[in-house]
């Protein structure tokens, strides 16, 4: 499918499957405001996450309309858009915390694998275990560092030894970039950290369990600019073995450390693609609106 | 000439000093309030310390006993005439006091209960029969009275208790070294007396510790438990808005009523035992609950939901979260919460009167089914008696009652200051 193909089908832009980057060249006519079908390239060959015709409802209000999307193997997806657009419930989704909000609905299909979460089959306690997450707000217990790091692999029983979970401690905080600023004083409360290094304490937790894919909801929200860019570096590297879908209000941050933005509206999925082409050739005339400064 | 209007500082400075002078009014209402709490405290425990602190002194008589071998019949010691010995002893103080009337109230400045006091001694040590021992006995209260200064000397004779004679007997006897006020032990060691001078509190204070530790080994898991289930587990549906309604109504129904309650069912319907600190316990149970519920929830709620999330994100179940997280979080809160909740039992006085406690009981309890009663019962018990040494008698365990309660709520701060917890 070409850039020709895309302007003669008008109004019903790009649902099928398409390549990363296949739209190169400007858009001079935007998908109109009204329109909220999903434009770009929503699909990949590589998924790892697949979600098809996605609903979700807080009591009788609809927070997510009908939204499919694929995350791909180890890539970072960035979602963004104004606030209350959904793009953080959508992203709860996909390890079912929202299972522990009792007027959340969700409706379709999620598939990690090949395997549909929300099947009644399926465990919610080891799906967390491979899809982990990282909040807006850090959060970490208020126990040692070493215990915070510790927690997730002494639960789920992956180690059989104080030895191997030395171990584990030790390379989750070496990715979370935090083991030189920490390694003398791990019995120490985690509580007491600068909220930067907090959030990557958070991170070597999540990291800990080995999930295949971590989600991360606004994690620089609450931090300042240097430990900003401490947690973006680390995010670029954990993406060489993981998957990472982030939820981020900065349109600077999802262009650095992403490589497919997805831009959801009011509950909508707008619009989807590379990072590159989505904020320097919008497809949408929302994305565009919003990438622009215009609203959000 | 055009009406100059006033500028906007001009109206602010002017209402400056008016609004100064309603707050400075307002503080010095909130002073006074705290003035007046405070006088009423002081007055409270003035009152009761200045009444009750001469009871933890008492009157004591040393006697020198020849525990003679012909008096007590050596073949049957249990049912000897010890008080013969005392008799015998004194009538050696007083050679000069002849008659039996004159004899019998000189007798009776020694309490009727030394004549059991010999009797111990000679039981658990027969080899004092054939010898001769300086022995402190209790005096009768009447005495005891009189040497704390609770008897005036100034009313005439017809108007007490004790006649010139015997205060006269009394001073010599001071004089002599022979009578004196010592720490009272009897208080503390003995249970529940017709007499006061051998009257105690440990029998009470046994009997409120077995039902507190009956009430505390029930409402405290029973109310966490279902407090973690109210708050974490249970649905939001009208059965649970039923449930939390009913929990808050129960925790404003009179104490009294649990008592009848109580009688009601563990006395009639299970058959327990009456008077028994188990029954006790269960009805304070019954009363407590709904203070712990409510303190377990709230502390429960105030552990920010992020802390759940993250103990979920890192795949923990719900029952991991709640017993590894959220619930040492909420601990301190909750043992606060019983700890006040078993202040409120330990000073509960209504419901137990429905279940029998309030009978004269002169044993120390040794179980949780021996009869018994508790502190606050105890001082209503007393309160009731004419007796002036039970006047004494009664502040002085009101103050026992009070440190018990000022201790628990240290008890309740300390673990509260200990594993509070920041974030």
Redesign the interface.
Known sequence: MGMDTVLDMGDTFLTGKNTLGAIDSVVEEKVDREDRTTVGTQFVDDARMTCRDVNVFYGDKQAIRSVSIDVANNEVLAMIGPSGCGKSTFLRCLNRMNDTVDICRVKGEILLDGHDIYDKSVDVVPLRAQVGMVFQKPNPFPKSIYDNVAYGPKIHGIVNSKTELDGIVEDSLKKAGLWNEVSDRLDEPGTGLSGGQQQRLCIARAVAVRPEVILMDEPCSALDPIATATVEDLITELKEQYTIVIVTHNMQQAARISQRTAYFHLGDLVEVGATDRIFTNPLHQLTEDYITGRFG | MEKQTPSTMDIVNRGLARRYRKEKQFKLLGLSAIIASLMFLVFLFGSIVANGWTAFRQGAIYLDITFDEQALQVENLRNANYGKLIKTSMAELFPDVSGRSQTRRLNKLVSSGAAFELQDMVLSDPGLIGTTKLVRLPVDDEVDMLLKGHISRDVPESERRISDEQIAWVDQLVEAGRLQLEFNTTFFTAGDSREPELSGIKGAIMGSMFTLLVTLALSFPIGVAAAVYLEEFA??NKWTDFIEVNINNLAAVPSIVFGLLGLAVFLNFFGLPRSAPLVGGLVLTLMTLPTIIIASRASLKSV?P????????????KM?AIT??VLP?AMPGMMTGTIIGMAQALGETAPLLMIGMVAFIVDVPGSFTDPSTVLPVQIYLWADSPERAFVERTSAAIMVLLTFLICMNGVAVFLRKKFE???
């Open positions: 649905p939001s920010p992020s802390i759940r999330e993250a103990a979920l994100g890192v795949g923990a179940s991991q590894h997280h979080l917890r920041r974030w």
